[in-house]
């Protein structure tokens, strides 16, 4: 996501009508996470399905 979105708008953010997220079903993917937080979309989201088990503790910063 990152390299498409900085080859599609370089320098710039994603516009905010486009909102960039992943799915977090469970521990084992929680990495998907710090990627989208560096993803330069102005409007990033996690969708938490099918929610599997409990993902831990996680860190939202960057996450709209």
Known sequence: ???YLRGRYGDRLAPPHIWCGVSV????VR???RHLSMAPAAVRFLSLEPLLESPGAIDLE???
């Open 1 to 3: 996501m990152q390299e």
């Open 25 to 28: 079903e469970d521990r084992t």
């Open 31 to 33: 990495s998907r996470i």
């Open 62 to 64: 960057g996450i709209s």
